[in-house]
């Protein structure tokens, strides 16, 4: 493909130059209006889509976090102000900041674990010699290629469920009770750890194994003829040298882990399928606020400040960004 | 010679430890595709093994015969084949535009855009189902798809207009010159060079709608209008119910064709992806 490029390149180089210039002499004003005209047509389809089925949409939640809709005020609901935000964020025993807690302990969690265990997992597939690394890998990789869903419910039922579960049977076998895994709080947080763990290491493991490749070695050695021994190659070789490479995807996968809600949902808060435990990350506590306990207009408060944080953070995170370029 | 040996065994063992993570890491698959084609499944002997006993067939011929998943998996493949339709009918030009053209509104829009890509289609869900349900679009296929656009829609844009920006202008201005029009330009040119982008973006769109399960679960109530998703999350056993055999083979069902799509696009996909969303 290169070599496509370049060939069109060296043979239109020159033309297009004199051509463009000419061209330039000959417009005017008008042509930044009918670019701009000819720009939004072309993209109206799109944009239009995108106003009315996603933009719409959160303008109307935002509308209906300030009524008292619910199940008995499905229609005849009533303006209520800010009252929904006021109960969420400063009476506690509603539970929305003891859910929002719980989220920032789950990502925190979550992502020590998989930086960690992904690092490990990558700089083990880089030693030298490892014939198999693509065989392994392409068996790592896995838990990623399965639709999530599945891979979830495969887990509740295969290993947790008291009665189908492997890890029952393995206890029976042992000749110990069966466990009720996602039963109390925090087996059933440990229990959705794993399961989140299994789904995103692949994908973190494979952007670290990738930053690992792009690091000269060159750098190693020189290290190990100035006596450095693995902890310092590390800490002042490979650390520093993947961090700009993996930044973006570790903040995406932080993006994720916060907004995640297909584990703890499936695994213990599913309808008619409570498993017991009440652990609660900001997104199940939204969506059993609606879709549960039927509070329409609470549930689209906490939405909103949810979004705003989600919010905040893109811009944050972007800023950091520009940061790093204009450096 | 030493210094070989202590290599050997240090590799030997390290072949070692990812057999076991391996091995490890695919045992939630492996047990249901033993469960599933395993026949005496008396699941409460304790003398289990990876290795079906008995081997047979009959859950998936009971995953085809007695469930209506040839309707589920229509049902999903309308529902995607739409949303992919629209979502890059309408994607594909405005991608191009947007990282083609500077005019006036374009940065405000394409910041818009990362905002509403950070947002979770989930927690509009009330307000959706309020919107689409005095139009009568609750448990239509319609209405599904118009949700799944909105989404796709959103990220088909900001994926392929990363990948766009990465496709140098000088093509297109050197077939201008040439005295092609802007359309042929797309047509003739564009599209070819985006083609790896084109596909991994179809591709995602595909994956998100076989997956996504929360909303037809809860727009759809008839279970003649389930999608695979929500009929498999029909079929799962609960604690104490439901045919475990038969929902794992239903899941492998459901699986083997993302995973078939997921490796032939493997490599595409993180070329497709990191030069897309990442970049920005």
């Given at each position: 493909m290169?070599?496509?490029?370049?060939?069109?390149?060296?043979?239109?180089?020159?033309?297009?130059?004199?051509?463009i210039?000419?061209?330039?002499?000959?417009?005017?004003?008008?042509?930044?209006g009918?670019?701009?005209?000819?720009?939004?047509?072309w993209?109206?389809p799109?944009?239009?889509?995108?106003?009315?089925?996603?933009?719409?949409?959160?303008?109307y939640t935002?509308?209906?976090?300030?009524?008292?809709?619910?199940?008995?005020?499905?229609?005849?609901?009533?303006?209520?102000?800010?009252?929904?935000?006021?109960?969420?964020?400063?009476?506690?025993?509603?539970?929305?900041?003891?859910?929002?807690?719980?989220?920032?302990?789950?990502?925190?969690?979550s992502?020590?674990?998989?930086?960690?265990?992904?690092?490990i997992?990558a700089?083990?597939?880089?030693?030298?010699?490892?014939r198999?690394?693509?065989?392994?890998?392409?068996?790592?990789?896995?838990?990623?290629?399965?639709?999530?869903?599945?891979?979830?419910?495969?887990?509740?039922?295969?290993?947790?469920?008291?009665?189908?579960?492997?890890?029952?049977?393995?206890?029976?076998?042992?000749?110990?009770?069966?466990?009720?895994?996602?039963?109390?709080?925090?087996?059933a947080?440990?229990?959705?750890?794993?399961?989140?763990?299994?789904?995103?290491l692949?994908?973190?493991?494979?952007?670290?194994?990738?930053a690992?490749?792009?690091?000269?070695?060159?750098?190693?050695?020189?290290?190990?003829?100035?006596?450095?021994?693995?902890?310092?190659k590390?800490?002042?070789?490979?650390?520093?040298?993947?961090?700009?490479?993996?930044?973006?995807?570790?903040?995406?996968?932080i993006?994720?882990?916060?907004?995640?809600?297909?584990?703890?949902?499936?695994?213990?808060?599913?309808?008619?399928?409570?498993?017991?435990?009440?652990?609660?990350?900001?997104?199940?506590?939204?969506?059993?606020?609606?879709?549960?306990t039927?509070?329409?207009?609470?549930?689209?408060?906490?939405?909103?400040?949810?979004?705003?944080?989600?919010?905040a953070?893109?811009?944050?995170?972007?800023?950091?960004?520009?940061?790093?370029?204009?450096? | 010679?030493?210094r070989?040996?202590?290599?050997?065994?240090?590799?030997?063992?390290?072949?070692?430890?990812f057999?076991?993570v391996?091995?490890?890491?695919?045992?939630?698959?492996?047990?249901?595709?033993?469960?599933?084609?395993?026949?005496?499944?008396?699941?409460?002997?304790?003398?289990?093994?990876?290795?079906?006993?008995?081997?047979?067939?009959?859950?998936?011929?009971?995953?085809?015969?007695?469930?209506?998943?040839m309707?589920?998996?229509?049902?999903s493949?309308?529902?995607?084949?739409?949303?992919l339709?629209?979502?890059?009918?309408?994607?594909?030009?405005?991608a191009?535009?947007?990282?083609?053209?500077?005019?006036?509104?374009?940065?405000?829009?394409?910041?818009?855009?990362?905002?509403?890509?950070?947002?979770?289609?989930?927690?509009?869900?009330?307000?959706?189902?309020?919107?689409?349900?005095?139009?009568?679009?609750?448990?239509?296929r319609?209405?599904?798809i118009?949700?799944?656009t909105?989404?796709?829609?959103?990220f088909?844009?900001?994926?392929?207009?990363?990948?766009?920006?990465?496709?140098?202008?000088?093509i297109?201005?050197a077939?201008?010159?040439?005295?092609?029009s802007?359309?042929?330009i797309v047509?003739?040119?564009?599209?070819?060079?985006?083609?790896?982008?084109?596909a991994?973006?179809?591709?995602?769109?595909?994956?998100?709608v076989?997956?996504?399960?929360?909303?037809?679960?809860?727009?759809?109530?008839?279970?003649?209008?389930?999608?695979?998703?929500?009929g498999l999350?029909?079929?799962?056993?609960?604690?104490?119910s439901?045919?475990?055999?038969?929902?794992?083979?239903?899941?492998?069902?459901?699986?083997v064709?993302?995973?078939?799509?997921?490796?032939?696009?493997q490599?595409?996909?993180?070329?497709?992806?990191?030069?897309?969303?990442?970049?920005?």
């Amino acid at each position: 493909m290169d070599t496509y490029f370049k060939e069109i390149n060296t043979d239109n180089n020159e033309n297009t130059s004199c051509m463009i210039n000419k061209k330039n002499s000959h417009i005017g004003k008008n042509k930044a209006g009918s670019e701009t005209l000819k720009a939004y047509l072309w993209s109206a389809p799109s944009l239009t889509l995108i106003c009315l089925i996603v933009i719409f949409p959160i303008l109307y939640t935002a509308y209906i976090s300030m009524t008292n809709m619910n199940v008995y005020h499905w229609t005849n609901f009533t303006f209520v102000g800010l009252k929904n935000y006021m109960d969420a964020l400063l009476v506690f025993d509603n539970g929305f900041i003891s859910a929002l807690i719980m989220t920032v302990v789950w990502t925190v969690v979550s992502m020590v674990f998989q930086l960690v265990i992904a690092f490990i997992l990558a700089s083990l597939l880089n030693v030298k010699g490892l014939r198999l690394r693509n065989v392994y890998k392409t068996l790592l990789i896995f838990p990623w290629a399965m639709p999530g869903y599945v891979s979830i419910l495969l887990w509740k039922t295969g290993i947790y469920n008291s009665q189908f579960g492997l890890l029952n049977q393995w206890l029976s076998k042992l000749g110990l009770e069966p466990v009720r895994w996602l039963s109390s709080n925090l087996s059933a947080f440990i229990c959705c750890t794993i399961v989140n763990l299994w789904l995103a290491l692949p994908f973190m493991m494979t952007i670290m194994d990738g930053a690992f490749q792009s690091i000269d070695k060159s750098f190693y050695e020189s290290a190990v003829l100035d006596g450095a021994g693995w902890i310092q190659k590390t800490v002042y070789i490979t650390i520093p040298m993947i961090k700009p490479i993996i930044g973006p995807s570790v903040i995406i996968t932080i993006f994720t882990t916060f907004k995640q809600f297909d584990v703890i949902y499936l695994l213990t808060q599913q309808v008619g399928a409570r498993s017991g435990s009440d652990i609660h990350t900001i997104m199940t506590y939204a969506y059993e606020k609606a879709f549960v306990t039927n509070n329409y207009g609470y549930s689209s408060a906490v939405s909103m400040l949810i979004f705003l944080m989600l919010v905040a953070f893109t811009m944050f995170t972007n800023k950091m960004g520009q940061k790093k370029e204009d450096l | 010679m030493k210094r070989q040996a202590g290599n050997n065994i240090k590799l030997l063992f390290l072949n070692m430890f990812f057999v076991i993570v391996c091995f490890i890491s695919m045992i939630p698959i492996l047990y249901a595709v033993s469960v599933s084609l395993n026949k005496n499944n008396s699941l409460l002997s304790s003398n289990f093994s990876f290795i079906p006993k008995a081997f047979t067939l009959a859950n998936y011929r009971a995953v085809f015969v007695d469930e209506p998943i040839m309707l589920w998996l229509s049902n999903s493949l309308i529902l995607a084949v739409s949303t992919l339709v629209i979502a890059l009918g309408t994607g594909i030009p405005a991608a191009y535009v947007f990282s083609r053209k500077r005019f006036a509104g374009r940065n405000l829009i394409l910041k818009t855009i990362i905002l509403l890509y950070a947002f979770p289609s989930l927690l509009s869900m009330t307000a959706l189902y309020k919107i689409l349900s005095p139009m009568g679009l609750i448990n239509t296929r319609i209405g599904l798809i118009i949700v799944y656009t909105g989404t796709e829609a959103v990220f088909a844009l900001w994926n392929m207009k990363g990948y766009f920006d990465t496709i140098p202008k000088e093509i297109e201005e050197a077939a201008m010159i040439d005295g092609a029009s802007p359309l042929q330009i797309v047509v003739r040119i564009v599209m070819p060079l985006a083609r790896p982008t084109i596909a991994v973006t179809a591709m995602m769109v595909l994956i998100y709608v076989w997956n996504e399960y929360i909303f037809a679960v809860n727009f759809m109530t008839g279970s003649n209008t389930y999608t695979l998703a929500a009929g498999l999350y029909s079929l799962q056993a609960g604690e104490m119910s439901g045919n475990w055999p038969i929902f794992s083979a239903a899941s492998i069902v459901v699986s083997v064709p993302i995973l078939i799509v997921f490796f032939a696009l493997q490599k595409n996909m993180t070329t497709g992806l990191t030069s897309g969303g990442v970049k920005g």
